[in-house]
């Protein structure tokens, strides 16, 4: 069995070395940064010497304003940074102990806090269309549009090619990064319209500025390429500055995917704060469901999404939508509708309450007079008063 008497740094190297083997590479990324982390707070310690008072340490710290380690000063982390923390700390702590590094429950100490459910937001299709209109420039229409149209995840999109554009069979071949899948996603008229317009536009741009053909290996939605300056000779020996205007580089993918969701967001008038390209993720699954649930039923309909949205599972496509069976029926049920039923008259709530079995009666009790009787009974209804 490994000893113990290793450092925790690496042991954490090991730890990320098995991730990678096993995880997608945004995974893995995320994991080192919050292992790297963790042990810049707690010390390069030796595993055999790591107890549950230091995670316990580690994670109470968090709780009021601290200095990360680029020496910015945060302020206390919300319950649902703490459970993210929690689940990756967690999983070092797993491999740590299956390791036989350390015979602690490092995690005993710590528990997951509970988060509040807020309503997330789906935009419509009015919304979407808005944001397309306003869109920066011809890229970012199209990597709205895709989104909106595929609901794929920026990951996903940011990895598209333009080989990976089907006009003529109408489908989008798309690597899902998270389950290591291909999924050829079908094209929808709208999209297919938007890609046609971009693919024009970003062809022609190539030939014009980059000297070049369009390649199939060619990023769909390339990372743009920000103004700079050149020394040209000039026929006098000296040399001019001149500018060079911005452009896409094609061999780069798009950067910052969720930013032009969020100025997309803002441009229509909407909040841009915790939104991102996985709003339109959600606006494109619940119209999706939308338009499907008279047809197939509320399982048949979920079952569609969450195809679409390549879960594993339609316990999450349901809570991912917000919505579950019983509170559909709940919705139907009392929306606009009344609950009270009509209304009484005047005449009407001066009769006695009827009696119910099990329920209330007019009889004396051992606590005295009946609903209907004693120094109470001529009292009038509060809208009888003025």
Partial sequence: MPSGHIRLSNAVEQYLTSRRAACASTTVKQETLVARRFVSAVGDLYVENLRPSHVEDFFTSLLDDHVTRDGRTRPAISAATWN??????????????????????????????KVDQRKRFQPSAEVMWAMLDAARDDRDRAFLATACNTGLRAKSLADLRVGDVDLNELFLRARITKSRIEDDMPITSDLAAELVSW???????????LDRVAQPSDFLFPARRSPTWRWDAQPDGSRERISVPGGWDPLRPIRKPHVIAQDALESVGLPRLHEGAH?????????????????????????????FLHHSNVTTTERYLGIGQERRVRDLHLRGRSLLGPRPTLDERTRPIPIHPGGLSNAPGPRGPGVNEGPWSDLPYSSDLP
């Fill in 84 to 113: 993210y923390l929690y689940a990756r700390i967690k999983s070092l702590a797993l491999y740590l102990g299956k390791r036989g590094y350390t015979r602690y429950d490092l995690m005993e100490y710590v528990r997951p806090r």
């Fill in 199 to 209: 693919l024009k536009v970003y062809r022609a741009y190539q030939v014009a500025r």
């Fill in 279 to 307: 709003t339109l993720r959600r606006g494109a699954a619940r119209l999706l469901f939308d338009s499907l649930v008279e047809e197939r039923g509320y399982d048949g309909a979920l079952r569609v999404v969450s195809s």
